[in-house]
């Protein structure tokens, strides 16, 4: 008598938490009792908990009644879990999880799992896709830091006399706090879901039972106050989005909601932008970075602040390697790190951030190896003849050899094959050469696979500048030097006494003149035999090289010889 008031005491107390509670239903075996129930579900004994399960099932005639086959809804609140980790799916770049109690973070690996409690940060060009232990998935994009808070099954536990056989629960209850960043999920339609699939913010929490969304937690839009806001837009089936218990709302697919704590209250869903369209966008690309042209600042009639790309490696999209807003009338470029196959998704945000609906591009880029960076000589480059020459450039990623081509001075072109990252051109005659290179790669074991061409550079090679003319005048022994006008800056004259023009001995002194025409006169030449030559430099300082050589014999002045004997004479008479 006694016990059965005290589960009429407890029925009414509890009545109101068994009208809010989530629940989950069972079905009742073969000689269950009440106490059999509450050790294979609750966490208390019976009749602690049987009084709020009586009213919840509206048990009034019986309220401690139960016979096989018999339907019940249970409180999730009273049920025993049981935590279950999830796994992850796909890991791209660096992505580190700090596990409960752990010290240091360690790298996510595909098939690892992820415990309760288990904090993970996304690296910068990174992402993840996390598999719940109910088959819901969640992509993590970069940037992203989240916390597991809840991963565990409601399951009850089987009878012993028929272990295979346990009607009880396999409800299974989610919970992910996003602290920064931005996660994409697509929830399972599960009838039996203990709670509702949860995603919670610093200020917000949004709430799925089955559907595909997104939520972002990060600052506002430039056009905003730069508050951190949460958004969550839904593509497939219902949202339920909560500030607190007055300011929550529900948003349907196609539709989405920018949640502020400072607001008063929710604003109302409003309808995702459509998909962009893309029919201007190559699908194939040769070069190592994707480019598109800007896409338009409206749409149907509502102003577009940009545009979210994102890229994956695969087509579901699982393997995200770039994702990033573009600002109106900002041209998209997109860097890949090997030939390929890519897969992109192009969405518009609204002025309030939301982003709307993804249009779809499948990629394929052909650009690897790219062509050179062509170094020396550099284009429009003159040379003095008779210089060795050195093509030079930089290596580009990944390549093993090169083909050069070269156009010489009759503008035949022929090719050679390089390893390394210069080639020699010696004993070139005078004239105009063009060269380019095209850089090669292994694909596979036995393929060598070779890209474009490079721009092709010219340089000069210049021809021998004619040796000066020159005479004596007769009069005033003074030389007289000419030669072909070069229109330069100016022009370095040498006179030796000897051929080398090295100086070496005291008869050999090179004496060196600055002239900006293409004459010079040096008076009173001394008698002998003299070398000269000349070189040109140009307004931007090239210095030509030096012209053929002139050998000139100054005859002895008798005019001083003459002097001597008519003074001699003099001084005799």
């Known amino acids: 008598m006694y016990r059965y008031l005290f589960f009429a005491i407890l029925f009414s107390l509890t009545s109101a938490l068994a009208q809010t509670s989530d629940t989950v239903t069972i079905v009742v075996e073969r000689d269950e009792q009440l106490g059999t129930i509450a050790e294979r579900y609750f966490k208390r004994p019976a009749y602690v908990n049987w009084p709020e399960v009586a009213k919840l099932n509206n048990l009034?005639?019986?309220?401690?009644?139960?016979y096989p086959g018999m339907v019940l809804k249970l409180p999730v609140r009273l049920l025993a879990a049981q935590s279950s980790s999830a796994k992850w799916l796909t890991v791209t770049g660096n992505v580190r999880i700090v596990s409960?109690?752990?010290?240091?973070?360690?790298?996510?690996?595909?098939?690892?799992l992820i415990v309760e409690g288990s904090r993970v940060i996304v690296g910068p060009d990174a992402s993840a896709l996390m598999?719940?232990?109910?088959?819901?998935?969640?992509k993590l994009l970069a940037g992203s830091q989240f916390i597991l808070e809840e991963s565990r099954y409601y399951r009850g536990i089987s009878r012993s006399e028929n272990p295979e056989n346990s009607t009880g629960t396999k409800a299974f209850s989610g919970l992910m706090r996003l602290i920064q960043g931005a996660i994409e999920t697509r929830a399972t339609t599960a009838t039996d879901r203990a709670k509702p699939l949860r995603i919670q913010t610093p200020t917000t929490v949004v709430g799925v039972r089955g559907t595909d969304f997104r939520v972002t937690h990060s600052l506002s839009s430039a056009n905003d106050t730069g508050d951190v806001v949460t958004r969550s837009e839904v593509v497939q089936g219902l949202v339920s989005a909560e500030l607190d218990e007055k300011r929550k709302v529900q948003?349907?697919?196609?539709?989405?909601?920018?949640?502020d704590p400072k607001a008063l209250q929710i604003p109302i869903p409003v309808a995702l932008l459509e998909a962009p369209s893309l029919q201007n966008w190559a699908i194939k690309q040769n070069t190592v970075a994707l480019e598109f042209p800007a896409l338009p600042s409206s749409q149907s009639g509502r102003s577009v602040s940009g545009y979210r790309v994102q890229m994956a490696t695969d087509e579901a999209m699982d393997k995200v390697i770039f994702s990033q807003h573009f600002a109106i009338g900002q041209s998209i470029r997109v860097p890949t790190q090997q030939d390929g196959a890519y897969y992109l998704t192009v969405r518009a945000a609204d002025g309030q951030g939301l982003e709307g609906k993804d249009?779809?591009?499948a990629v394929n880029v052909d650009a690897r190896p790219q062509p050179p960076l062509l170094q020396a000589p550099q284009n429009g480059e003159k040379v003095v003849q008779g210089s060795d020459v050195t093509l030079l450039w930089a290596k580009p990623q990944g390549a093993t050899g090169y083909i050069v081509e070269i156009q010489d001075n009759t503008q035949k072109r022929t090719q050679y094959r390089v390893e390394d990252t210069r080639y020699d051109m010696r004993s070139l005659a005078s004239g105009t050469y063009g060269w380019r290179?095209?850089?090669?790669?292994?694909?596979?074991?036995?393929?060598?696979?070779?890209g474009a061409w490079s721009e092709q550079q010219l340089f000069t090679v210049l021809a021998k500048l004619d040796a000066p003319d020159g005479e004596i005048d007769k009069n005033d022994r003074t030389l007289h030097l000419r030669w072909t006008d070069q229109r330069v800056r100016e022009y370095e004259v040498q006179m030796s006494r000897t051929d080398g023009f090295d100086g070496a001995t005291k008869e050999g002194v090179v004496v060196t003149h600055t002239v900006k025409k293409p004459e010079l006169d040096i008076p009173d030449a001394a008698a002998g035999k003299h070398f000269i030559r000349y070189r040109a430099i140009e307004e931007n300082g090239f210095i030509s090289g030096w012209s053929g050589t002139m050998e000139v014999d100054v005859p002895k002045d008798w005019r001083s010889l003459w002097l001597f004997f008519w003074a001699a004479i003099t001084v005799a008479l």
């Open 60 to 66: 009034k005639s019986a309220p401690y009644t139960i």
């Open 100 to 112: 409960p109690g752990a010290l240091q973070s360690s790298l996510a690996v595909v098939g690892g």
């Open 359 to 361: 249009a779809k591009l």
């Open 251 to 259: 948003v349907p697919g196609g539709f989405g909601v920018r949640l």
């Open 131 to 138: 598999e719940l232990p109910d088959a819901s998935q969640v």
């Open 437 to 450: 290179i095209a850089a090669q790669m292994k694909i596979g074991t036995d393929t060598i696979k070779t």
